[in-house]
Nanobody
Framework: QLRPVESGGGSVQSGGSLRLSCTVS????????VVWFRQAPGQAHEGVSC????????YYADSVKGRFSVSKDNAKNTVYLNMDNLKIEDTAVYYC???????????????????????WGQGTQVTVSS
């Protein structure tokens, strides 16, 4: 069973940067996808990025495109969410989730994030202030 753990959250002023880490135990990331979700108070979860570890393909939601980027360190079994030019509306609890996929699901594993499933971490708070 995969066990993601997030870290790196905190408070930052608008326009600032943060890097979140998602370290996964319970298996070596390979044929896996890792999604970063966030949930602001009173709102549903939003999938902001999805990376296929095997080939590095990454999807970004329009709300973060051009400001957030995802990177990975295979040796550390860790995926990073690099957040630049943060806005007040980025304030949320950020979660990472991981699940495996196979050749049959290569094209679909990073779709339908609102019903994605997978194994989730406990989340880390990001607060952006003016």
């Amino acid at each position: 069973q995969l066990r993601p753990v997030e870290s790196g959250g905190g408070s930052v002023q608008s326009g600032g940067s943060l890097r979140l880490s998602c370290t996964v135990s319970g298996g070596r990331l390979d044929w896996h996808a890792v999604v970063w979700f966030r949930q602001a108070p009173g709102q549903a979860h939003e999938g902001v990025s999805c990376m296929r570890i095997r080939d590095g393909y990454t999807y970004y939601a329009d709300s973060v495109k051009g400001r957030f980027s995802v990177s990975k360190d295979n040796a550390k079994n860790t995926v990073y969410l690099n957040m630049d030019n943060l806005k007040i509306e980025d304030t949320a609890v950020y979660y990472c989730a991981a699940k495996d996929y196979d050749l049959a699901r290569v094209e679909t594993v990073c779709t339908n994030l609102d019903t994605w499933g997978g194994y989730w971490g406990q989340g880390t708070q990001v607060t952006v202030s003016s």
